[in-house]
């Protein structure tokens, strides 16, 4: 029962983050290739794996850099995942929730 509604919340934030991604790209009018049709999920995922991976680069490098120890691997449920990773992913999902959040207050867009 865990796993599921893990899954759900999940799949939830993930929804929002993609939508607030999109919001954000046509608010900023973002120019894209002629030539080359992506769907806004790949274009959402690709740039997921992106931002996590610099944010991945960037917390292996001040954990390496601090000499600070942490676990290795991160066990939820039955999953085991790299911990520096799974933080990554959750940065990289809440980023444009976050960001979106912060225009808003600002009255940005």
Not at 29 to 36: F, H, K, P, S
Not at 82 to 108: E, G, R, T
Request: aromatic share 12%.
């Amino acid at each position: 029962m865990g796993k599921i509604m893990f899954f759900l919340i999940f799949l939830i934030v993930f929804g929002i983050a993609v939508k607030t991604k999109k919001k954000l790209r046509h608010a900023r009018n973002l120019t894209r290739w002629e030539d080359a049709v992506e769907s806004p999920a790949s274009l959402a995922i690709g740039e997921l794996v992106a931002v996590a991976g610099g944010i991945y680069l960037a917390l292996t490098l001040l954990a390496t850099f601090l000499k600070i120890s942490m676990p290795e691997r991160l066990v939820f449920f039955d999953w085991s995942v790299d911990y520096l990773a799974a933080i990554a992913i959750v940065l990289a999902i809440l980023q444009p929730i976050v960001l979106a959040l912060y225009y808003k207050i600002c009255n940005k867009f």
